[in-house]
C-alpha cells in the first residue's frame, strides 16, 4: 500500500500524470483509429447485415461502462479505508465518464435494435439493467454535488458506491430473472468470428485507453482548480 | 436492548402522532391507487393483470415518501448527536430506526394493500400473495431507505435526491415482489420470486444498519 501513496501525492500524480498523459492520448488515437479502420473493413454478417459494425463502437462502451464503476468502487474503499482525499477526486472525476459510456451504450444499443428487434426500445434485461446503471451513475453525482463540504461529500459518495456495488449483481441477476430477450456473452465462449473479434478487442483497448486519458485530464484538473482555489483565497 | 426498544418505540410514536407523515403515506399509496384506472382506464382485466406491479410501485413511492425524515428531525434538533454518544452502537440505532419506519409505514401499506387489490380486481387467489410479497419486501425498502437517508441527512434538499439514489437499488424488491403476483396470477407456485424476495430483503436489513451508521457518522464528524 505504502507504494502506491507514494504516487497518489498529489504532487508526485502531477508529475507522473503529465508524463503518462501523452502516450495514453497518442495508443486511444491508434487504437481508436485502427479498430474503426478494422471494424469498417469487416464483411457484413449474414444475418445483421452492415448494423454488426454498431457491436464495434456498443459493446466497447458497454465494457468501459461496468469497468469504470468498479473503479469508481475502488477508489471508493481506498478512501473509506486510508482517508486519501486523491481517490476521492478520482472517483469523482470517473463518474461522468462512465455516465456517459453508459448513455452511449444505451443509445447504440437501441439503435442497434431498431433495425433488428424492430423497436428502438425493448425491456430487455441487459438493457433495463444498464438503464439503472445510469441512473446510479446520476444519483452518485448529485449526491456529490448536493453536499457542500467536500471532505464529507466524497465520503458520503464513497458509501453510496459501495453499496451500489454490492447491489449491482443483485441488480443484474435480479433482472436477468425477469426477462432475457438480449444475445448472451459471446466473446469469452469463442462464438464469434476472429473477423469481428480482432476489431473489437481492439475498439475495446481503445476506449479503455480513452477514459484512461480523460480520466487523468480530470483529476489533474481536479487538482489544479483545488489549488488555484486555496491560493484565491489566500489571497482574499 | 431496553435503549434500543425506547428508541424504536420513541420513533414509532413520532411517526404516528401528528404531522408524523405515517399517515400521510397511506393516503398516497391509496391516491396513486385510485390515480392509475384514471390513466390507464377501467378496464377491469387489464387492471387485474397490473394490480402486483402498480400496488408494488405505490407501496414504495409511499414509503421514501416519510424516509427523508428518518434521521432529519433527530439531526435538526440536535438529539442525534446525543443518541450517537449513548452506550448503544449506532448500527443498532439506524436497525431501531428502520423497524420503526417499517411498523409506521411498511407494515400499514401492507394491511391496506388487500383492499387496494379488491379495487383493481386482483383475483382472490393471487391476493394473498400480494400480502405476503408486500410483508417480506417492505422492510427492505426501510432498511436500503435508510441508507439514503443517513446520506442525506445534513442537506436541505435531501428529500429530493433520495428517491434518485434509492429507487435504483429497490428495483429486485419489486422485480421479485411484483414477480411473485404474476406468478400466482398464471397458475404458477409463487415461492421461488418470494424465496428471492425474502434473500433480498434479509440480506439488505442485515447489511443496512452498517452503511446507515458509517452514514451517520460521517455526517456528525467534521
Known sequence: MQFLFRYANPAMFMRLSGAVLPYAAALTVLALAVGLFMGFSAPPDYQQGLTVLIMFIHVPAATAAMSIYGAIAVCSLLSLVWRHPLSDTAARAAAPLGAVFTALGLVTGSLWGKPMWGTYWVWDARLTSFLLLLFLYLGYMALWSAIEDETRAGRAAAVLALVGAVNIPIIKFSVDWWNTLHQGESIMSGKLDPVYLWPLLTMMAGYMLLFVTLWLIRIRTAIVTRRATTLMQRAA | ?222
Open chain 2, 1 to 222: 436492548m431496553s435503549a434500543f426498544l425506547v428508541l424504536l418505540w420513541r420513533d414509532v410514536k413520532l411517526a404516528t402522532r401528528s404531522g408524523g407523515g405515517a399517515a400521510l403515506a397511506l393516503c398516497f399509496f391509496a391516491l396513486v391507487a385510485t390515480l392509475v384506472p384514471l390513466g390507464i382506464g377501467a378496464d377491469l382485466k387489464l387492471l387485474a393483470r397490473v394490480a402486483g406491479g402498480i400496488l408494488w410501485v405505490g407501496a414504495v413511492l409511499a414509503a421514501l415518501l416519510s424516509l427523508d425524515r428518518l434521521f432529519q428531525g433527530d439531526y435538526d434538533d440536535g438529539s442525534l448527536e446525543l443518541i450517537a454518544l449513548a452506550p448503544l452502537p449506532l448500527e443498532l440505532t439506524s436497525l431501531a430506526k428502520i423497524v420503526a419506519h417499517w411498523l409506521s409505514t411498511g407494515l400499514p401499506l401492507t394491511i391496506m394493500s388487500p383492499l387496494l387489490a379488491l379495487l383493481f380486481n386482483l383475483s382472490p387467489d393471487a391476493i394473498p400473495v400480494l400480502v405476503l410479497s408486500l410483508l417480506m419486501g417492505t422492510p427492505a425498502v426501510s432498511a436500503i431507505g435508510a441508507i439514503g437517508a443517513a446520506l442525506t441527512v445534513s442537506l436541505r434538499g435531501g428529500g429530493l435526491i433520495l428517491p434518485l439514489i434509492i429507487l435504483p437499488l429497490l428495483s429486485p424488491a419489486v422485480i421479485f415482489g411484483a414477480g411473485a403476483v404474476a406468478a400466482g396470477l398464471d397458475g404458477f407456485s409463487p415461492a421461488g420470486a418470494l424465496g428471492l424476495l425474502g434473500a433480498f430483503s434479509l440480506a439488505a436489513v442485515l447489511l443496512s444498519p452498517f452503511a446507515a451508521a458509517a452514514s451517520v457518522r460521517l455526517n456528525l464528524s467534521g
